[in-house]
């Protein structure tokens, strides 16, 4: 069910139950952190292998210490500069945080969402929110709450509506080494920014075979429509029922997706899972995307591109 009662998300989740819940970059999938069995069932319904772990969503740098058991210097920079926002650090866990929500790994996953509903979600409850993304694994973000609804409407017993999300990409994913920050993925927080801030920064690429960093798994964010990235405009004599999704160009073509009319990135990055999630449901033959320029959150967006094309 899709609702804006805030009590009643909150009563669920202390009772072990999960809600979606909107934030800026995507509607995540919440249940608590600190209860085994309610992080069970995000994997299950999300059908999500084990070995991909989970965010941990706090409701302010306050709280950090209660999860985490240091802080390099950069980080703390990073977290007064970018918290609330869409940030996640990978930072040393203590071990309060169950194993089922890092996999094992010694680091754990954290941030502060800046959207309202959840930062006062958050500040309601006195456990931390474990929130993947609310599709199925390796299916296209949601960025309403009908778009949960659609996929895992009859899973979940609420969803809270926040409206669309207003970033509308995942959160940036930074862990260190030394001092150095290293992005494990592109996202909300542009590489230019965190640059401004620390310094040059390292860029770990997609792969295939790092189970300890499955947020890098290549294909992902994928449509079930065969998707395709054009070079230079359509591969000459495309025809058919086809889509097209375009940063600002119009393509004369059955169904074409204009990310943004005046080419700007962060309305194309805010509409980017939308239209792919429209076209997806066209029943189409295939649908073609242009790369859109690298800067700012376009680096992002064509992160997701990349990775939609990676099965076809
Ligand atoms: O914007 C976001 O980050 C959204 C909203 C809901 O907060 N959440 C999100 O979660 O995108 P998810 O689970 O779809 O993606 C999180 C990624 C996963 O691919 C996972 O592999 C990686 O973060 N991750 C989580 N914990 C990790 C850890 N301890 N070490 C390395 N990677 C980790
Ligand atoms: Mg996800």
């Given at each position: 069910?899709?609702?804006?009662?805030?009590?009643?998300?909150?009563?669920?989740l202390r009772?072990?139950?999960?809600?979606?819940?909107?934030?800026e970059?995507?509607?995540g999938?919440?249940?608590?952190?600190?209860?085994?069995?309610?992080?069970?069932?995000?994997?299950?319904?999300?059908?999500?292998?084990?070995?991909?772990?989970?965010?941990?969503?706090?409701?302010?740098?306050?709280?950090?210490?209660?999860?985490?058991?240091?802080?390099?210097?950069?980080?703390?920079?990073?977290?007064?500069?970018?918290?609330?926002?869409?940030?996640?650090?990978?930072?040393?866990?203590?071990?309060?945080?169950?194993d089922?929500?890092t996999?094992?790994?010694?680091?754990?996953?954290?941030?502060?969402?800046?959207?309202?509903?959840?930062?006062?979600l958050?500040?309601?409850?006195?456990?931390?929110?474990?929130?993947?993304s609310?599709?199925?694994?390796?299916?296209?973000?949601?960025?309403?709450?009908?778009?949960?609804?659609?996929?895992?409407?009859?899973k979940?017993?609420?969803?809270?509506?926040?409206g669309?999300?207003?970033?509308?990409?995942?959160?940036?994913?930074?862990?260190?080494?030394?001092?150095?920050?290293?992005?494990?993925?592109k996202?909300?927080?542009?590489?230019?920014?965190?640059?401004?801030?620390?310094?040059?920064?390292?860029?770990?690429?997609?792969?295939?075979?790092?189970?300890?960093?499955?947020?890098?798994?290549?294909?992902?964010?994928?449509?079930?429509t065969?998707f395709?990235?054009?070079?230079?405009?359509l591969?000459?004599?495309?025809?058919?029922?086809?889509?097209?999704?375009?940063?600002?160009?119009?393509?004369?073509?059955?169904?074409?997706?204009?990310?943004?009319?005046?080419?700007?990135?962060?309305?194309?990055?805010?509409?980017?899972?939308?239209?792919?999630?429209?076209?997806?449901?066209?029943?189409?033959?295939?649908?073609?995307?242009?790369?859109?320029?690298?800067?700012?959150?376009?680096?992002?967006?064509?992160?997701?591109?990349?990775?939609?094309?990676a099965?076809?």
């Open positions: 069910m899709i609702g804006t009662d805030i009590l009643h998300a909150a009563a669920l009772s072990g139950k999960l809600v979606a819940i909107p934030t970059t995507v509607y999938l919440a249940g608590n952190a600190l209860d085994e069995a309610a992080v069970l069932e995000i994997y299950r319904v999300k059908a999500r292998p084990e070995f991909d772990p989970l965010i941990i969503h706090i409701p302010d740098v306050a709280v950090l210490t209660h999860y985490v058991a240091e802080i390099p210097a950069t980080a703390e920079r990073l977290a007064h500069a970018f918290w609330p926002g869409p940030l996640t650090l990978l930072l040393p866990r203590k071990p309060i945080i169950p089922l929500v996999s094992g790994l010694d680091h754990v996953a954290v941030r502060v969402p800046e959207h309202l509903i959840a930062r006062e958050l500040q309601m409850l006195d456990f931390p929110l474990a929130a993947p609310a599709n199925p694994f390796g299916y296209i973000s949601p960025t309403t709450a009908q778009h949960v609804e659609a996929q895992l409407g009859d979940i017993p609420y969803i809270l509506d926040g669309p999300c207003q970033v509308g990409m995942e959160s940036t994913i930074v862990g260190f080494d030394g001092a150095t920050p290293v992005i494990y993925r996202g909300g927080i542009p590489i230019e920014a965190i640059e401004a801030l620390c310094g040059r920064v390292k860029v770990m690429p997609h792969s295939t075979s790092q189970p300890t960093a499955p947020g890098m798994l290549k294909s992902h964010y994928a449509p079930l065969p395709f990235l054009m070079k230079n405009g591969p000459e004599g495309t025809r058919g029922n086809i889509g097209v999704i375009s940063l600002m160009r119009k393509y004369d073509v059955p169904h074409c997706e204009v990310l943004s009319e005046k080419g700007d990135i962060d309305e194309a990055a805010r509409h980017l899972f939308a239209a792919m999630r429209r076209l997806d449901a066209l029943g189409l033959e295939a649908i073609y995307a242009e790369l859109v320029p690298e800067t700012g959150l376009g680096s992002a967006i064509n992160d997701r591109l990349i990775r939609a094309a099965n076809g």
